[in-house]
């Protein structure tokens, strides 16, 4: 079963962490998604991993096996938001990182206006000043579906709607 007080690894690290290029890469996608720190960008990068590993999977496996296995994954991956409707088994191979990223309750609060960068978003989420269907979300990690993607919004009874409302009419 395993000790609670050392759980799995939820990522797996670069195999040469001190490649200049993969540095530069990483370090773009912290400041640009706004991480705490390379670790949540490994977990993100497992995760892609994970999904396309099952893609290839599925290309090599038997035609019955493969439409029930493809249309399960498919539904997974539409409801997350990930891919579109219309997308095939090649589109899930040529996911990106930023395809993961752009899933996080961070990078999806930011983007709705809700703050004006993707750390201010961090910091809202970890306030508690953002809910998902009438609940607090406090992960800034949190995958947001596409049904809760519109039900995003800040608290009611937040501190920073009195402020924007108090900012909105002198502007």
């Known amino acids: 079963m395993g000790d609670p007080h050392f759980p799995r690894k939820k990522y797996s690290s670069p195999r040469n962490p001190w490649r200049s290029d993969q540095l530069t890469q990483e370090l773009y996608l912290v400041g640009t998604f706004g991480l705490r720190n390379k670790r949540e960008l490994w ?16 290309l090599a496996a038997p035609s019955e096996e493969r439409v029930e296995s493809e249309q399960l994954l498919h539904t997974s991956l539409q409801t997350r938001g990930i891919i579109h409707q219309e997308a095939t088994i090649e589109d899930v191979l040529k996911l990106t990182i ?3 990223l752009e899933r ?16 201010q978003a961090r910091q809202r989420i970890a306030h508690g000043h953002i809910l998902i269907a009438n609940r607090v979300v406090t992960v800034p990690g949190y995958t947001v579906t596409t049904q809760e993607e519109q039900t995003a919004r800040l608290r009611d009874n937040s501190p920073l709607l009195r402020q924007t409302a108090t900012e909105a009419p002198s502007s």
Do not use: N, Y
């Open 43 to 58: 977990k993100a990068q497992t995760k892609l991993s994970q999904i396309r590993k099952q893609a290839r999977s599925m």
């Open 98 to 100: 930023e395809d993961i």
């Open 104 to 119: 996080r309750l961070q990078t999806v609060v930011w983007r709705k206006g809700l703050a004006t960068s993707p750390h």
